[in-house]
């Protein structure tokens, strides 16, 4: 049992991103990932739409014999993690956006970025209403960024440096003192954003959140592969079988 792999699952780019940040704590735990690519993004679609198409790649996931599944999506968490836990008998983690640690972190308001199916679903409205923080955290629901990042991260072109200018220019000067990047795809262009908002802001995302949580609960469970036992192995698919998706892939992940 602890050898099986750990199931990753996106819309396309984005997981990658907390992919990274598990590999990098949990190095000896083996690893498969599917994004996707080919219906990304999934940010605009119905409930329903990303429902279907996250049970599909998920169950893709489970045919391969998995003992934990991350839903390395914010989008796809909120739109089916109730129901898949009651489906499904292994662990399942899901993405929770930032806003705690980032309310905790600065006293002004808190810019939450996120896909509009994200904002809009009950489970992240639940979240504000938990914190209390609707006073204080300003929703910006982007239309558009996490499928121009999935086809433009790799070149960081002009086109995305405009849209951002665009689309941060109306919260400039409103006392922003932290955003939260609530779509995995947005934390590879962090910088990007950071440099386009233009002020000293603090940004969060909700990645390290979810690694621990998953370590916690292999641990919990006793399915965790000890630290000594060496390195995992780490396997990247995408529903997409074009070679410009693939080469994404490995470029945001391993670099080259
Ligand atoms: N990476 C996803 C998220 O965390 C969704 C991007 C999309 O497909 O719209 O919300």
Redesign the pocket.
Known sequence: MINKSIGFF???V??LSVLKEACALMPEENYIYYGDSAN?????KSREEIFELTMRGIGYLMSNDIKALVIA????TSAVIDELRKEVDIPVIG?EPAIKPALAAVEGKVLMM??PA?IRLERYNNLLERFNARERVVNLACNKL??MIEHNVLSHSNELEDYLAGLLAPYKNTGIQGIVL????YVFIKEDIKEAFGEDVLIFDGNRGTVNRLKSVLEEKGIKRPSDAGKGAVILNSSSDDQFSMKTYSKLFYGK
Not at 40 to 44: K, L, S, V
Not at 73 to 76: F, Q
Not at 182 to 185: I, K, P, S
């Open positions: 996106d819309s396309g984005g997981g990304a993004p999934y940010g605009e999506c914010n989008t796809a993405m996120a896909t994200t996490a499928g609530g779509c995995t795809h």
